[in-house]
């Protein structure tokens, strides 16, 4: 069946611009996971989403970054007034079931902010 | 003490060997356990879980020691194509999952 697709692939922005990422989950996957990227570390936990209730946002490194999702469909992050230091692979995955279940990942977006 | 610690090697192994990675995680209440692999450039994806009892998948090991607080991952029989970053995840509490920064592991003829 379908992954978790996420676009665009690449994104080039200007530092102060603004970048809205899309994330589409698998079918049926109620809980979603924003993750941050650089390069050669980690992954940095950013927003977590399970149905209709209110989202975990503690990963959020600041106000600049925002993340919605509507019931179990769609999750778009947007990072307003973009820095150098946003530059990174955002990555979303989904999960089938809330609680600390199995996670699957989309390609993810290549973020450069010049 | 980070959340979940893995050593970042690289681990450089010839084909046809047997390697080992340990992950230690601080909270001592976590409920599940992970093991991801990340080929250069791409997305994580799935190893296998870790169950209690330790959990075998083909040539790949997973154990969990709650009372020491680690989960471990064994190779048997290197291929090349095995070479990749190993993550350890840790379900901390219910919905928050902890990635380890990985282990880089390469596979030589």
């Known amino acids: 069946g379908a992954g978790v697709s996420q676009s665009p692939s690449n994104k080039v922005t200007e530092k102060g611009k603004d970048v809205e990422l899309r994330c589409d989950p698998i079918s049926g996957h109620t809980a979603l996971y924003w993750y941050r990227q650089r390069l050669g570390q980690g992954l940095e936990f950013l927003i977590y989403f399970q149905g209709n209730s209110a989202p975990d946002k503690s990963g959020l490194p600041s106000d600049r970054f925002s993340a919605e999702r509507t019931g179990e469909s769609v999750s778009t992050l947007t990072i307003q007034r973009t820095q150098q230091e946003d530059s990174a692979v955002y990555l979303c995955a989904s999960s089938p079931r809330q609680g600390g279940y199995e996670q699957y990942f989309g390609p993810g977006t290549r973020l450069t902010v010049t | 003490r980070k959340e979940v610690e893995q050593d970042p090697g690289p681990f450089n192994v010839p084909e046809g060997a047997t390697v080992a990675f340990n992950c230690t995680y601080s909270?001592?209440?976590?409920?599940?356990f992970f093991w991801y692999r990340q080929d250069c450039r791409k997305e994580p994806k799935l190893l296998m879980s870790v169950y209690s009892s330790g959990n075998e998948d083909g040539r790949f090991t997973a154990q969990l020691n709650r009372a020491s607080q680690y989960i471990s991952l064994l190779i048997r029989d290197s291929k090349l194509s095995d070479s990749a970053t190993y993550l350890c995840v840790v379900n901390m509490n219910n919905n928050d999952m902890r990635f380890g920064a990985g282990t880089r592991l390469t596979v030589k003829p």
């Open positions: 909270n001592s209440a976590s409920q599940s």
